[in-house]
């Protein structure tokens, strides 16, 4: 970046009055100036821009070329016999973890929360984090609660409360929305709401057409497909059900993607993967064309990276596994013409600090 690409407009961090034309770090060009700054960890980012007006200047410069960002896993977690939240983000590239401020009250408060009950979902286009609804675990009460995390400021806030209550229910983020489904004080509630992040207000949607408990959801495109999975004995197919965000309607899940659905699921791109969450964790590949799923070549998940499993893909052609103490599979996905897809498998073990730690979701966020 070149220092006549800088915003030169007066900063108001710290109050300082240096000038437009004072040097990023004085004894370096502006352009290793910036590069320094680029690798500043973004927790440390929303303090730096405290410290001079030109820093101010530049890290938000950097802040919107966002082809200089790089992807992080957003890891929210809780240990063993305690249901507290705690909040992590894993550094693919320099494969560091990053404590970060844990959500407010109630979701890491003093009393109890079932880890699993509440959804969270990001919005990568404005590097948001949002977290809602959930159940205490010694009460048994059901949360209208919703925050959200900003990586640029590295801080949470309260948001408006959904309308209804909910737990273990389908969410995502579809067309810059976030949805919620299901999941009421009754579990097989049916009722759908969307909330605006430009408004901050929360609308109701279309209704699924029966209600389900929450397996699994993803999104792709302006779509959201929800599923049940499979349930013991096995003795009927899963129900699953796709949610049109541009028409608000639901429809039907074709046969083939819900009954193949027998896994965690993670989008990279436009294409759906799941993995199998018993055996040796392989991977599967759905096709809307044939309406049918295929093995993804390699190996399964690494045996280290041990159940349960917080999922997450990401555009780079990357499904982001986190098991039982942070440990992470990395698998790098591939479709080669006439072979199909496959797929290889970087271990990433978390740190001895964090063994005692199990993962409640994974969100990929960029900074």
Known sequence: MSPSSVDPSPASAGGATDSASSPVIPGLPDDVAELCLLHLPFPHRPLARSVSSSWNRTLKTLKSLKSLDHPFLFVLSSRQNRS?????????????WLLLPPPPTPFAGASPVYPSAPSAVALREKGE????GGMGSETGEVFRDVASYSVSTNSWSVRTPMGAKRSFFAAGSVGGRVVAAGGGEATD?????????????????????????????AVIGTKMFVTEGWTWPFTFSPRGEVYDAERDVWEEMSIGLREGWTGVSAVVGTTL????EYGEGRVKVYDPASDSWASVAGSGVPSEVRKPYAVSGAKEGRIYIVGKGLNV???????????????HWELVKGPKSLEDLAPCSSQVLYA
């Not at 507290?84 to 560091?96: G, I, K």
């Not at 984090?129 to 809602?132: D, E, G, P, R």
């Open 273 to 276: 993967f799941v993995v199998s």
């Open 329 to 343: 599979g990395v698998g790098t996905v591939v479709e080669e013409d006439g072979k199909g897809w496959s797929v």
């Open 189 to 217: 509630s049916t009722a759908v709401e969307r909330y605006e992040p430009d408004t901050g207000r929360w609308a109701p949607a279309a209704g699924m057409r029966c209600g389900m408990a929450r397996y699994d959801a």
């Open 129 to 132: 984090i949002f977290l809602f």
């Open 84 to 96: 507290r939240l705690h909040f992590h983000a894993f550094d693919p590239l320099s494969a560091t």
